[in-house]
């Protein structure tokens, strides 16, 4: 029971703004500022251009959601999203090959990306204590030579200036954040990249229980000596989300031959079989995505009272690990927890918490992309001994499931990445490793004939 509210205001009404809302509504009386407008929630609107491209939510993404938003996941199936063992339903390729197939008794929940902020939306928005406010943010407002922040300045005429004891900042890769900071005179954080630049197409054709043998979605990860990747996910009201990707600018065309062709250059035919035998419901889209950024708050010494960053404005990871908005449901539900033991010392103790969230979703995502000696990025001596591991370690997931299904929890964040290197893991890459298929005549791994189909 909470005698006084507090007052907050987050910017941006995007997945990380929503969820920053429903984590202080039980302490506070919120106001989410969004520059676009409302009207235009289940369409695709300006601020989240990515919206359009295939969007996965992770298993642990799922439970944060459903633990901050009870009954969600009810939510998310009435909304037609589908319900798949990543293990069994769908293939992992991974080096080109697949990893072993097998029902491992974990939930995949595919949902497009403007449906699922949409759901979050209405729930955010049915709160008491929550008012989503059309409205720009332009600054903020501070006191005491810029240690505290107070407030923020808006586009809104009606309300020029809105009053806070605390400020949440989730506007995403363009954040100002760091501009605002710099403003105040206040230390601002160094950064990590990757600069894997990986450009996304996607486009939606219509689902037929028949393609990919009665499959729900594949990946082809792309891998060292081979920059591109596909996906394929089964979404609501009978739709394939299909993405094709290339790293390092390697660029796949929105024109259809060409994208077809992209998809056949890949090592498994798999995408290209189901993008002839589907029908397509719209254009493909592209998008660029140059570099994975992170940045470092938790190494500052000192931060303003009152100000937060989270969600893709603190770190955005390279898309095609599906990260960006469970490690924001992961920070919201550590907001929660924090807010609700207090506000004293709040910016410090988030960014800390958050950080251990991010280094984990980071080691990943970077740890992958490091793998390609081109990409740009801080190559340590460590990961190039665990690369190595972990090509063996891909290698043996094709042929024993065990080892596959550790790979399926660690991907979705189920387990920390540690879990592949426990001793009764490193036994069976060693044994798994030997029993897996030879390369090809074609420099391509062979594809493990458990997976590979046609549509
Ligand atoms: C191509 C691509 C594919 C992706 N695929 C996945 C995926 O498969 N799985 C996954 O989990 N994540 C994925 N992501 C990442 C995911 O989109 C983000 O992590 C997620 O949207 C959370 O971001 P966010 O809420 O922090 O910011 P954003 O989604 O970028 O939203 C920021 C919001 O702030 C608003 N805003 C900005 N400035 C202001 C201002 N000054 N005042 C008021 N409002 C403002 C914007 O209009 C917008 O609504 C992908 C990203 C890209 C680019």
């Not at 409302?38 to 300006?46: C, D, G, H």
């Not at 958050?354 to 490091?370: N, P, S, T, V, Y």
Request: charge should be positive.
């Amino acid at each position: 029971m909470y005698l006084e509210r507090g007052r907050a205001v987050v910017i941006g009404a995007s997945i990380a703004g929503l969820l920053a809302a429903q984590a202080l509504s039980k302490t506070h009386k919120v106001v989410v500022l969004e520059r676009d407008d409302s009207t235009t929630q289940l369409v695709l609107r300006k601020g989240v251009p990515q919206r359009r491209q295939l969007h996965v939510l992770l298993a642990q993404g799922a439970k944060a959601l459903a633990e901050l938003l009870p009954g969600f996941t009810d939510d998310l199936v009435a909304a037609g999203a589908v319900l798949t063992d990543p293990q069994l339903d769908q293939t992992y390729y991974l080096d080109g090959r697949a990893i072993a197939r097998a029902p491992s008794g974990l939930t995949s929940i595919n949902v497009s990306r403007p449906r699922l902020e949409h759901l979050v939306r209405q729930r955010v928005e049915s709160l008491e204590h929550v008012k989503i406010q059309h409205a720009e943010a332009l600054g903020l407002i501070t006191e005491r030579d810029g240690a505290v922040v107070t407030g923020v300045q808006t586009t809104d005429p009606r309300t020029p200036q809105l009053a806070a004891d605390l400020v949440v900042d989730a506007t995403g890769r363009g954040s100002r954040a760091l501009h605002w900071l710099g403003e105040l005179g206040a230390s601002t954080p160094d950064s990590s990249r990757v600069e894997m630049d990986v450009i996304y197409v996607t486009r939606h054709y219509r689902w037929k229980a028949h393609h990919l043998d009665g499959r729900h979605g594949l990946l082809v990860a792309p891998f060292p000596g081979f920059p591109r990747g596909g996906a394929a996910v089964h979404l609501e009201e009978d739709q394939w989300a299909v993405v094709l990707f290339g790293l390092m600018g390697k660029d796949p065309s929105t024109e259809e031959a060409e994208m077809l062709a992209f998809a056949k250059s890949l090592p498994v035919p798999d995408l290209a079989n189901l993008m002839e035998a589907a029908e397509p419901l719209d254009k493909p889209v592209k998008m660029r995505y140059p570099a994975s950024v992170r940045w470092h708050f938790e190494k500052l010494r000192q931060h303003p009272a009152g100000f937060l960053v989270m969600g893709d404005a603190l770190c955005s990871f390279n898309p095609t690990y599906g990260q960006g908005m469970s490690v924001a449901a992961m920070e919201a539900l550590a907001l929660r927890d924090l807010v609700s033991a207090g506000t004293g010392g709040l910016p410090a103790r988030f960014y800390r918490i958050a950080a251990k969230i991010i280094d984990a979703a980071w080691a990943l995502a970077a740890g992958g992309d490091l793998r390609f000696p081109e990409i740009k990025g801080r190559h340590t001596p460590i990961d190039r001994v665990l690369n190595g591991y972990l090509d063996r370690y891909r290698l043996a997931a094709c042929v024993d499931p065990t080892l596959g299904r550790t790979f399926v929890q660690v991907a979705q964040m189920l387990v920390p990445a540690s879990a592949m290197v426990s001793p009764g893991h490193l036994i069976r890459v060693l044994r798994g490793s030997r029993r897996a298929l030879p390369r090809d005549g074609m420099g391509f791994p062979v594809p493990n004939s458990s997976g590979a189909g046609t549509s």
